[in-house]
């Protein structure tokens, strides 16, 4: 019976190229006077392909590992964040909004680094509830924004990586299914709850920020 299913089975070769979408979104110029954070990025996302459609997904983690260019505008300056595996950087982004977040709603102090690779960010919470944040991106040299509010530092990181999941689950739909996006998504929109519920910030579902897509 198994022998019978493998046989059913369509067989991609093993030197084929799957299709690619290049996703193109955020911001490409410094933004208006006033924001503090901003991202922008070119994606280069696996799409869907019919010989693989059959393959598990579910819990699929060489999704995530999609190549592309992150930048970030930190107080109008921009600072390139890496050429490689974007999701990687930004999954360490959320887990600073998250440590940055639980510290704001216990109103306790914190100070945390994390690092992948060349990127570090750094997150700063001190008594008077300001913020202090640091990108350390391809150059090696630390940019810091200080004197920050908990909105302005966690929603654009926070928009980023729904952003960026929604534009995955459109280059392939099964991606809806893996658990490890499923899992972004929900820790996303879990985040932005939060951020919502302390400081009465406005959250929109869509994107605020052009993007344009081509096949490859």
Known sequence: QLAEQLGAQRLAPVDATPPAVRQRGGET??????????????????????????RSARADIHALFFQGTLWAYLRGRRVPLVQGPVLLVVQRLIVAVRVLVDAWDSGRPTHVRLRTGP????????????????????????????????????????????????????ADRAQGRNLRVRALRDEVRTLRRAVREEVGLPITVGNTNSSVSLRA
């Open 29 to 54: 110029s410094p933004p208006e006077e006033g924001v503090a954070l901003a991202f922008g990025y070119e994606v280069r996302l696996p799409a869907s392909d019919e010989a693989l459609t059959t």
């Open 119 to 170: 990127f570090q960010v750094g997150v700063r919470l001190d008594a008077a509830r300001q913020i202090s944040l640091s990108l350390t991106g391809e150059a090696g040299e630390p940019v810091t924004a200080q004197a920050l509010q908990l909105g302005e530092t966690a929603e654009p990181i926070l928009r980023l990586a729904a952003d960026l999941v929604r534009a995955m689950i459109a």
